[in-house]
């Protein structure tokens, strides 16, 4: 017997990325920061390791919205913070969809998207992109709630334009989500939309550009009437003291993560250009990864499973449209030309090779 609601019981639900508990891998499956966090973000913790954690934190987390909204010249009253933009995500699903309603977002993309859908007994439209991961004309559904873009995109790293997204913000209905995780590895973002539409709401994290995944902490930027009415629906202390502290000192030290961006970035074209000169066709990244479609006669996923016996994780999906590509994160230039070869290896190998 089945305690469960009828549509939790169907549902799959989301599967992250593998987190390895035997042995010491390269890890190049989580798009992690392959460099350390801010040490004024690690002095500011420690700094923090003290008799006030027996406290509840604010629940607004007011230093922090305050901090990022000096940061990105905004107003705190339009800044959330979450326990992580996952959090936010299912935040905003709960604040404007009910059973029932549209839930629209691309594929593929961000899965979590279909997850938190299936969570509130929404009507998930998921809407295929172009082969070159251009939205296509039906992404605007008539009704819908909530449209989600993951911009840059994940798993593609594909970019849409701000004027584009723009010029959706002004057509669909019910709110519009744009989520940046990955915005810092790119030359554009959609900030600026905030202040010209009152249906955008954009998502930031401190996991990747910051190299803080391990903290939770991601923050919403949006005009003050959507921020007001999701603070109604998130739990009463969503983000913890040592979040709120590092969410802090990484802010006001901004050198340090464009210098690890920088490093990446560099690392990223060194990677593409290696990939390329074996044979896979690489999508056009604008994040801290990229998405490798293997060549004719190679599988992806006898490549994804030859690196791990070598101790080399990259990120298989076994689902329609990315079974014959790898998504692989940006390490060090040391890790990345671990990878380069054993990748090169396994292809005069054969190892990758369709039988």
Not at 178 to 204: G, K, M, Q, T, W
Not at 312 to 317: D, E, K, S, T
Not at 336 to 351: F, P
Request: proline share 5%; with cysteine.
């Amino acid at each position: 017997m089945s305690y469960f609601k009828e549509h939790i019981e169907k549902m799959t639900g989301y599967i992250p990325g593998e987190q390895p508990r035997d042995g010491v891998y390269t890890k190049l499956n989580t798009n992690e920061n392959p460099y350390p966090p801010s040490q004024h973000v690690l002095e500011a913790i420690r700094n923090s390791l003290n008799e006030t954690l027996r406290l509840y934190p604010d629940p607004v987390a007011m230093a922090a919205r305050l901090k990022i909204a000096e940061v990105l010249k905004t107003k705190p009253e339009r800044v959330m913070a979450g326990n992580g933009s996952d959090d936010l995500l299912s935040i905003i699903v709960r604040s404007f969809a009910g059973p029932g309603d549209k839930i629209v977002f691309p594929y593929p993309s961000y899965m979590l998207y279909k997850t938190l859908s299936e969570l509130q007994n929404g009507a998930a439209c998921m809407i295929d992109f172009t082969e070159d991961y251009i939205l296509p004309e039906d992404f605007i559904v008539k009704g819908a709630k909530v449209s989600f873009i993951a911009n840059p995109n994940s798993p593609s790293g594909t970019m849409i334009s701000p004027r584009e997204i723009s010029r959706l913000a002004s057509e669909i209905d019910g709110v519009l989500v744009i989520d940046e995780a990955y915005a810092d590895f790119s030359d554009e973002n959609c900030l600026p939309l905030v202040e010209r539409h009152d249906n955008v709401l954009l998502l930031r994290t401190l996991s990747k550009s910051y190299s803080l995944a391990g903290i939770r902490f991601g923050f919403c930027v949006a005009q003050e009437s959507l921020i007001q009415g999701m603070m109604k629906v998130k739990d009463s202390y969503n983000v913890d003291r040592l979040g709120i502290v590092a969410a802090v000192a990484a802010m006001e030290d901004q050198k340090t993560m464009m210098e690890h961006v920088e490093k990446i970035i560099k690392t990223r074209e060194y990677l593409t250009k290696a990939l390329q000169g074996m044979g896979f066709f690489i999508y056009p990244s604008h994040a801290n990864f990229v998405l490798a479609r293997c060549m004719k006669g190679v599988s992806a996923q006898n490549l994804y499973n030859e690196l791990k016996k070598r101790k080399i994780l990259v990120r298989y999906f076994n689902i329609r449209r990315l079974d014959d590509c790898l998504r692989i994160t940006i390490g060090t230039q040391e890790e990345i030309d671990l990878l380069i070869k054993n990748l090169k290896d396994l292809l005069i190998a054969g190892a990758g090779n369709i039988h």
